[in-house]
């Protein structure tokens, strides 16, 4: 496959640089990526964009089982790496929770999942970059060539760097079925404790959810050669609620690696797909991620959700948030968002940077510390009228006082000092310079927090 797939995405890239050539001189509209969906949860202002489609770039080039790497464009959806890599044994080392989410995406913005304790987030498993340049060049990035200073400052920079157009990626063996232990927790003390030490033991997978002060799960899973038995939960069943229902449960691994797509983690009961009846209607081949993200997108258009809250005399923020908490702030994070802002359930995730000399420059994460992440993605509704972003700028707050660090996204109201200072941006700016001098691709600040 690989000098096949090789050549073919040689072929691509001639036809890209041949095209950018042909479309002239610098676009006087701001760079974006032309693609047909998104994962990101925060608007734009309106305006011309000059808009790059890389959808061809969308293929696995390789997988190599002796190296534990694969090889892979940046528009290729983690479903379709997935598919691929599972049929050698093998799976991406970080695998995002959402089948829509691509290689690219991934790394320009932060992915994380369950193997993060160990693993990292995506952007720690990447061996290897190309970048698109907004001045229409393509460069070569490893951890050690002339362009290692953008290996580690692409992560976290969402276009603004330029654009993934392949990356090798180091993969894990599989096998067959994941055995899931659910251990039940009334203290958030112990919870977190016991997450601590299960990151410490042998476990694959290790992730979370609150789903009240006192309801606390941890999820314990470890590879399996065989099964009792193998739950399916992509149409009937639900599997969050099934972490309160069964102590112990088996999948198979495409099942489980897919396990929080179905029902958006929980997030289809905002469009009544956890009603058996609205559950059939859905269909099978609906009930996913991008579904629900085109119905999301289609009423922040029209604004639906937000008339009935007005009709109800209610004022809606939305909050859709993952941040990153030292582990010894945890509890207290925790304790804040229960009573500032109030959203049930909570996705809890680990992660811990598997090497300290490795310094992304723009998503900071302490060497040697294990970190909580907290995913967290509703509607605030309250009676009393707040300034815009109110609850979102609560948490950023309390974020930095605890010295976490927030995905970027989805809304952001960060001041331009506390973005510098938290996003790495002197050394951003070194960045900019150097890849962007034109500024042809919009700054991160602008893109992330003024929306431009």
Known sequence: MSRTEALAHEARRDRLLAGLR??????????????????????????PRHRIDLGDFDHVIDIDTASSTVEVEGMATYEALVAATLQHGVMPAVVPQLKTITAGGAVAGVGIEATSMRQGLVHHSMLELDVLLPDRRIVHCTPDNAHRDLFFGFPNSY?????ALRLVLRTLPVRPCVRVEHIAHASPEDFFAALAEACEGDADFVDGVVFGPRSLVLNIARFEDTAPWLSNYEFERIYYRSLLEMPVDHLSVHDYLWRWDTDWFWCSKNFGAQNP???????????????????????????LAKRLARWRGMHTESVIQDVDIPIAAAPAFLDFLQRE????????????????????????????????????????????AHEAGHFNRLIEKEVLRLGGIKS???DSFFTRDEFNATYGMAAYEVLKRRYDPDGRAPHLYDKCVLRR
Request: hydrophobic content about 40%.
């Open 159 to 163: 276009g603004s760097l330029g654009y």
């Open 22 to 47: 042909a479309d002239g001189g610098s676009p006087a509209a701001p760079l974006a990526l032309a693609k047909r969906t998104s994962n990101l949860f925060r608007d734009r202002e309106a305006g």
């Open 408 to 410: 970027l996204y989805s």
């Open 277 to 303: 009846l609205v559950r059939r209607l859905f269909g099978r081949s609906h009930l996913n991620s991008c579904s629900y993200t085109r119905l999301m997108r289609a009423n922040a258009r029209w604004g």
């Open 341 to 384: 802002i109030g959203i049930l359930p909570v996705w809890v995730c680990p992660v811990h940077a598997p090497d300290p000399d490795a310094h992304f420059t723009l998503y900071p994460l302490a060497a040697g510390m294990l970190h909580v992440n907290f995913g967290f993605w509703d509607v605030v509704e309250t009676r009393e």
